[in-house]
């Protein structure tokens, strides 16, 4: 697990507060405890929700629940992994009554649609199923030649269209060709597009609505990639995918970097969206299940820290 | 006239009361700008040591009328924050070589293959440069395939090697160079994959790809979405290039871009260029108003204090009477007084209009330089607490002060003892125009007070 490169700073983070607590001396620290906290959920762009926690958190020292402000960081850290949810028993993207599975991939543009799409049909293939995939981006230049390489790679079929096709018609292309070959997935990558436009939702309505006349149920799952270094605007952006489609799961990339991505948690809590999976590099094998508890270890772990000697 | 004058003397005399900022007024709109700023994704690091600078120099400001202290201070924070970001530096460098390197480097997904394209399109038709662009993300999958469709699209040379053993961006990026200085390229436009900044070996690669091309302008590209982290990865990525300025993607969206203040203030470099729009149109330059104005997002305050503002610079004179008449009076303000008096004839006039003011006018033509730069040189030599509260003035002051303005203590003395009076002369003005009093009892006050105040070097009469 890479969570493990995430984790091992965690011990740091837990050192670091206890730290500043042993700095203050005893029970006066409650407000510097709470500060540095502050500063670490901002970081992690938790953002505003950061002031509902540490509101909660000062709540539990005044009742009495928390002892002392010693015990603030593990509890703020099972706070943060009630906030978003995983997958359902662990396992993401269950198989529908009747296949196909058809799993829709959206999102704002390069937050890693392409790339997770090629990591989603490798896992599938992990577990034992058949993909094919749809190039449903007939927008962005090349973008049917990116997928193509990794259809190539991971050994499965691609339905394409061409290129400034309509992406319905790919869609429903994909979904017969889904249904001929008797395949248990179909997986489709889309365009990227800001939820600000109102013609590229509403193409994107029109792609979930094909897909469903095409397949009952269809799309079983849709996941909303997330960038992990996207600060605030990622709420607004599942705010607006949601109203579009029915986003069933999130996907958070890149966070093989230095970035927590922590504006996740009010996705979850908001919205109660749930992650499903992360992304934590750009091959095939880089992408990994949610797991809350990890994730809120990870996003209380400091960045940058240099390693101990 | 007179009513006129009148009228003008009670505005900036209601104004007056409302005195200069409290520093609950600063610490409410500060607190404000801080959310607002931290909402909008700037670092929170960054977001203090902003809202600290300013929230000190705010604090002896003057009130302005019409709207709240702390929206005022909003909008001066608003004002702030433009001029940060503004910058006087070209978008594209003035004098590049030839032919002109471009280095576009950034994060995965930033939008680099498509500003590389914007900024190829833009140099063509609005500059007619003939423009190479240079394929060098030899990383994600099509890439090439992409710059290459964008190419053919917008009808601009590529110069793309199709991946494989052997060939390496630093490669690339030498022959792109080659062929543009054997075709008579007027700009090369190096498009590189996109890289974490704490991936070591690509870090190290993006530096050897600029060395082997001596960029006249290297781009860092960053997404407007982007949240706390672009201060780690601007940070990191202008420790590897010398970066010209920043490129801020996106920006069609509805984020409200903080990151670029975050990535402007590690990097110190400017913004060149907002993408607004996937299409290779869709650049513009940056403009430091709309941004500040989107990551503050206070508009509706920031407009509501400058029409504040605006009605202050049309009683820009009457601001300076407003001086005078008040009681609270300090050497400051006696030294702006006398400097302003000095270079508006416009204030000698009008009180030479007004009955009874005879004698003013008579003083103000007093204020010749010889006696007029004695008396500044007094004030210059008191420290900042001694002009504002004179009062503290002892014996051991004046001495140190005299020796200081190159005068007698007697000076000193005669300037305190003049201030003093025209403190209270001041007050008593400012108590006739307030004073609801007729016209006639106004002029005849006016006639009866008509004592003025010495000045040092001024007969008494
Ligand atoms: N480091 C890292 N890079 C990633 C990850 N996922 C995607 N990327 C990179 O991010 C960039 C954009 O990825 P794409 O998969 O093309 O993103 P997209 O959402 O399909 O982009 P558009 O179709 O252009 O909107 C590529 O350079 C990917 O290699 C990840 O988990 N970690
Ligand atoms: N809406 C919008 N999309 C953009 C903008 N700039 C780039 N993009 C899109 O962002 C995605 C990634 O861009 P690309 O140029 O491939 O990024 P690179 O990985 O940094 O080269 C693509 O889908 C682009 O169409 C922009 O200013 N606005
Ligand atoms: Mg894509
Ligand atoms: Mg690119």
Same mark, same amino acid.
């Given at each position: 697990?890479?969570?493990?490169?995430?984790?091992?700073?965690?011990?740091?983070?837990?050192?670091?507060?206890?730290?500043?607590?042993?700095?203050?001396?005893?029970?006066?620290?409650?407000?510097?405890?709470?500060?540095?906290?502050?500063?670490?959920?901002?970081?992690?762009?938790?953002?505003?929700?950061?002031?509902?926690?540490?509101?909660?958190?000062?709540?539990?020292?005044?009742?009495?629940?928390?002892?002392?402000?010693?015990?603030?960081?593990?509890?703020?850290?099972?706070?943060?992994?009630?906030?978003?949810?995983?997958?359902?028993?662990? /396992?993401?993207?269950?198989?529908?009554?009747? /296949?196909?599975?058809?799993?829709?991939?959206?999102?704002?543009?390069?937050?890693?649609?392409?790339?997770?799409?090629?990591?989603?049909?490798?896992?599938?293939?992990?577990?034992? /199923?058949?993909?094919?995939?749809?190039?449903?981006?007939?927008?962005?230049?090349?973008?049917?030649?990116?997928?193509?390489?990794?259809?190539?790679?991971?050994?499965?079929?691609?339905?394409?269209?061409?290129?400034?096709?309509?992406?319905?018609?790919?869609?429903?292309?994909?979904?017969?060709?889904?249904?001929?070959?008797?395949?248990?997935?179909?997986?489709?990558?889309?365009?990227?597009?800001?939820?600000?436009?109102?013609?590229?939702?509403?193409?994107?309505?029109?792609?979930?609505?094909?897909?469903? /006349?095409?397949?009952?149920?269809?799309?079983?799952?849709?996941?909303?990639?997330?960038?992990?270094?996207?600060?605030?605007?990622?709420?607004?952006?599942?705010?607006?995918?949601?109203?579009?489609?029915?986003?069933?799961?999130?996907?958070?990339?890149?966070?093989?970097?230095?970035?927590?991505?922590?504006?996740?948690?009010?996705?979850?809590?908001?919205?109660?969206?749930?992650?499903?999976?992360?992304?934590?590099?750009?091959?095939?094998?880089?992408?990994?299940?949610?797991?809350?508890?990890?994730?809120?270890?990870?996003?209380?772990?400091?960045?940058?820290?240099?390693?101990?000697? | 006239?007179?009513?006129?004058?009148?009228?003008?003397?009670?505005?900036?005399?209601?104004?007056?009361?409302?005195?200069?900022?409290?520093?609950?007024?600063?610490?409410?709109?500060?607190?404000?700008?801080?959310?607002?700023?931290?909402?909008?994704?700037?670092?929170?690091?960054?977001?203090?040591?902003?809202?600290?600078?300013?929230?000190?120099?705010?604090?002896?400001?003057?009130?302005?009328?019409?709207?709240?202290? +702390?929206?005022?201070?909003?909008?001066?924070?608003?004002?702030?924050?433009?001029?940060?970001?503004?910058?006087?530096?070209?978008?594209?460098?003035?004098?590049?070589?030839?032919?002109?390197?471009?280095?576009?480097?950034?994060?995965?997904?930033?939008?680099?293959?498509?500003?590389?394209?914007?900024?190829?399109?833009?140099?063509?038709?609005?500059?007619?440069?003939?423009?190479?662009?240079?394929?060098?993300?030899?990383?994600?999958?099509?890439?090439?395939?992409?710059?290459?469709?964008?190419?053919?699209?917008?009808?601009?040379?590529?110069?793309?090697?199709?991946?494989?053993?052997?060939?390496?961006?630093?490669?690339?990026?030498?022959?792109?160079?080659?062929?543009?200085?054997?075709?008579?390229?007027?700009?090369?436009?190096?498009?590189?994959?996109?890289?974490?900044?704490?991936?070591?070996?690509?870090?190290?690669?993006?530096?050897?790809?600029?060395?082997?091309?001596?960029?006249?302008?290297?781009?860092?590209?960053?997404?407007?979405?982007? $949240?706390?982290?672009?201060?780690?990865?601007?940070?990191?990525?202008?420790?590897?290039?010398?970066?010209?300025?920043?490129?801020?993607?996106?920006?069609?969206?509805?984020?409200?871009?903080?990151?670029?203040?975050?990535?402007?203030?590690?990097? $110190?470099?400017?913004?060149?260029?907002?993408?607004?729009?996937?299409?290779?149109?869709?650049?513009?330059?940056?403009?430091?108003?709309?941004?500040?104005?989107?990551? #503050?997002?206070?508009?509706?305050?920031?407009?509501?204090?400058?029409?504040?503002?605006?009605?202050?610079?049309?009683?820009?004179?009457?601001?300076?009477?407003?001086?005078?008449?008040?009681?609270? #009076?300090?050497?400051?303000?006696?030294?702006?007084?006398?400097?302003?008096?000095?270079?508006?004839?416009?204030?000698?006039?009008?009180?030479?209009?007004?009955?009874?003011?005879?004698?003013?006018?008579?003083?103000?033509?007093?204020?010749?330089?010889?006696?007029?730069?004695?008396?500044?040189?007094?004030?210059?030599?008191?420290?900042? +607490?001694?002009?504002?509260?004179?009062?503290?003035?002892?014996?051991?002051?004046?001495?140190?002060?005299?020796?200081?303005?190159?005068?007698?203590?007697?000076?000193?003395?005669?300037?305190?003892?003049?201030?003093?009076?025209?403190?209270?002369?001041?007050?008593?003005?400012?108590?006739?125009?307030? $004073?609801?009093?007729?016209?006639?009892?106004? #002029?005849?006050?006016?006639?009866?007070?008509?004592?003025?105040?010495?000045?040092?070097?001024?007969?008494?009469?």
């Amino acid at each position: 697990m890479v969570f493990a490169r995430l984790r091992h700073g965690l011990g740091r983070t837990r050192n670091r507060i206890a730290h500043a607590l042993r700095r203050l001396g005893g029970d006066q620290s409650t407000e510097e405890t709470l500060e540095t906290l502050e500063e670490i959920l901002y970081t992690a762009d938790v953002g505003p929700l950061s002031e509902r926690l540490l509101e909660e958190a000062e709540a539990e020292l005044k009742s009495g629940a928390l002892a002392h402000p010693r015990e603030l960081p593990a509890w703020l850290e099972q706070r943060l992994a009630a906030a978003v949810r995983g997958p359902e028993d662990g /396992r993401p993207l269950p198989p529908a009554e009747h /296949r196909p599975t058809v799993t829709l991939v959206v999102g704002v543009n390069g937050s890693g649609k392409t790339t997770s799409v090629a990591k989603l049909v490798h896992w599938l293939q992990g577990q034992g /199923r058949s993909v094919l995939v749809a190039a449903g981006d007939t927008f962005r230049a090349a973008a049917v030649e990116q997928l193509g390489v990794w259809c190539e790679r991971a050994g499965v079929p691609m339905v394409r269209g061409a290129e400034g096709a309509d992406p319905a018609a790919v869609a429903h292309d994909a979904a017969q060709a889904a249904k001929a070959r008797g395949v248990d997935d179909l997986v489709v990558d889309t365009a990227g597009r800001l939820h600000t436009q109102k013609n590229l939702m509403a193409e994107l309505e029109k792609v979930s609505r094909i897909l469903g /006349r095409q397949v009952e149920g269809a799309p079983h799952h849709v996941l909303l990639v997330l960038d992990a270094t996207t600060g605030q605007n990622a709420l607004q952006q599942a705010r607006r995918f949601l109203e579009s489609v029915p986003v069933t799961g999130a996907f958070l990339t890149k966070l093989d970097g230095t970035a927590k991505g922590g504006a996740t948690l009010a996705v979850g809590e908001e919205l109660g969206i749930p992650v499903l999976f992360v992304g934590v590099g750009e091959g095939l094998e880089d992408l990994e299940v949610f797991d809350p508890a990890e994730f809120a270890a990870a996003l209380l772990a400091p960045r940058n820290e240099p390693a101990e000697t | 006239m007179l009513e006129q004058l009148q009228k003008s003397f009670q505005k900036v005399i209601d104004r007056f009361q409302g005195g200069r900022l409290r520093e609950e007024d600063v610490r409410e709109g500060m607190r404000e700008v801080r959310r607002a700023l931290l909402a909008a994704d700037v670092h929170v690091t960054v977001a203090k040591e902003f809202t600290d600078k300013v929230a000190a120099r705010l604090l002896s400001a003057e009130r302005l009328q019409g709207v709240s202290g +702390a929206q005022q201070v909003m909008a001066a924070f608003h004002q702030e924050l433009v001029a940060l970001m503004r910058s006087d530096q070209a978008p594209l460098p003035k004098h590049p070589r030839h032919p002109m390197v471009l280095l576009l480097a950034g994060l995965q997904g930033a939008g680099k293959t498509t500003t590389a394209a914007k900024l190829g399109l833009r140099l063509e038709r609005r500059e007619n440069r003939k423009v190479l662009l240079a394929a060098c993300d030899l990383q994600r999958p099509g890439a090439v395939d992409q710059l290459r469709a964008l190419g053919d699209r917008l009808g601009l040379d590529v110069h793309a090697e199709e991946p494989g053993p052997g060939v390496d961006p630093v490669g690339v990026a030498r022959r792109a160079l080659e062929r543009a200085r054997d075709q008579r390229y007027d700009a090369l436009i190096v498009d590189s994959a996109g890289r974490l900044h704490v991936d070591d070996a690509l870090m190290d690669e993006i530096q050897e790809v600029a060395a082997a091309v001596t960029p006249d302008a290297s781009y860092l590209v960053l997404d407007a979405m982007t $949240g706390q982290d672009a201060v780690e990865s601007a940070r990191a990525f202008a420790a590897r290039l010398d970066l010209y300025a920043l490129v801020l993607t996106k920006m069609d969206g509805d984020a409200r871009g903080g990151a670029a203040l975050s990535a402007l203030q590690v990097t $110190g470099r400017p913004i060149a260029f907002l993408g607004v729009g996937e299409k290779p149109e869709d650049l513009e330059e940056f403009d430091a108003e709309r941004v500040a104005g989107r990551i #503050l997002d206070l508009g509706d305050v920031v407009g509501l204090v400058e029409k504040a503002q605006e009605a202050l610079a049309e009683e820009e004179a009457a601001l300076d009477y407003e001086k005078m008449l008040s009681g609270r #009076l300090t050497m400051q303000d006696l030294l702006d007084q006398f400097r302003m008096m000095k270079r508006m004839g416009s204030v000698k006039k009008v009180f030479g209009m007004l009955p009874g003011m005879g004698r003013m006018s008579g003083l103000l033509e007093q204020v010749d330089d010889h006696r007029f730069r004695r008396m500044e040189a007094i004030i210059l030599s008191m420290t900042p +607490a001694e002009r504002l509260h004179p009062e503290i003035l002892d014996a051991r002051r004046r001495r140190r002060i005299a020796r200081g303005a190159g005068v007698d203590v007697a000076d000193v003395n005669r300037l305190y003892k003049s201030f003093q009076e025209m403190k209270r002369q001041m007050k008593a003005m400012r108590k006739m125009m307030t $004073g609801g009093r007729s016209k006639k009892r106004l #002029l005849r006050d006016l006639k009866r007070s008509g004592q003025l105040p010495n000045l040092p070097g001024y007969p008494s009469n």
